[in-house]
């Protein structure tokens, strides 16, 4: 299985976990509402998942809330993206 590194980054006082992927860049934010960019970030995550099993990893784990929350959320999203992938491996997608 892949392990994909991820960040969190601030800009203009505004956090988002950034993840780095071969074929391109996934933002989620973290500390404004804005779920187009999450739906955003989802779509890509799953077209991804079309490309084998993998899983993300925060590159630093700061003491800062920020950093905890986003360790927390990928954590979470791991699981989900393991679930998706059989869901889609059940079916015949990947």
């Known amino acids: 299985m892949e392990t994909i ?3 969190v980054e601030s ?3 505004r ?3 950034k993840i780095n992927t071969e074929n391109m860049e996934i933002r989620i934010p973290m500390s404004d509402d804005k779920p187009n960019e999450v ?3 989802f779509n ?3 077209t991804r998942i079309k490309g084998g099993e993998f899983q993300i990893k925060l590159e630093e784990i700061g003491e800062d809330l920020f950093s905890l929350v986003a360790n927390e959320y990928l954590t ?3 699981r989900e993206i393991q679930e998706v992938h059989g869901v889609m491996k059940q079916y015949g997608l990947v």
Do not use: E
């Open 76 to 78: 979470q999203l791991n």
């Open 39 to 41: 739906k955003s970030a």
């Open 44 to 46: 890509k995550i799953i």
């Open 11 to 13: 800009l203009d006082d």
């Open 15 to 17: 956090y988002f976990i």
């Open 5 to 7: 590194r991820a960040t």
